[in-house]
């Protein structure tokens, strides 16, 4: 297994992946962070949780309105297949549920303090 850093809105995420797949996981780090940063934008005042969960949702909404259909993603630069999109949406949803519950820690931690 290969390990790539992705860089999210300002942090870093250290993603395993399976060799050889490193450039193509970059790739999509690379839209999540533009995602994420487009969601942030636009809202205003996120945390890093909700941040991503939008990013999460912009990216979803971006496969739907491609009909989901391999030749509709095809058809625009850099898009993704529909394998590729529904792994990527399952990772961007752990990965924010891993965020929310580590940001409630944080938040429970700093009450206590």
Do not use: H, W
């Amino acid at each position: 297994m290969a390990e790539v850093r992705l860089n999210i809105v300002g942090r870093e995420y250290i993603v395993t992946c399976r060799d050889g797949e490193e450039q193509r996981l970059l790739e999509l780090g690379r839209m999540v962070d533009t995602k994420a940063r487009e969601a942030g934008g636009s809202a205003g005042g996120l945390n890093e949780s909700r941040q991503l969960l939008f990013a999460a949702l912009l990216l979803a909404d971006q496969v739907n309105d491609n009909g989901g259909s391999a030749s509709a993603a095809q058809a625009q630069p850099g898009s993704i297949d529909d394998a590729t999109a529904t792994r990527m949406a399952q990772s961007i949803e752990k990965l924010a549920e891993r965020v929310e519950s580590f940001a409630s820690g944080l938040e429970q931690a700093t009450q206590r303090a």
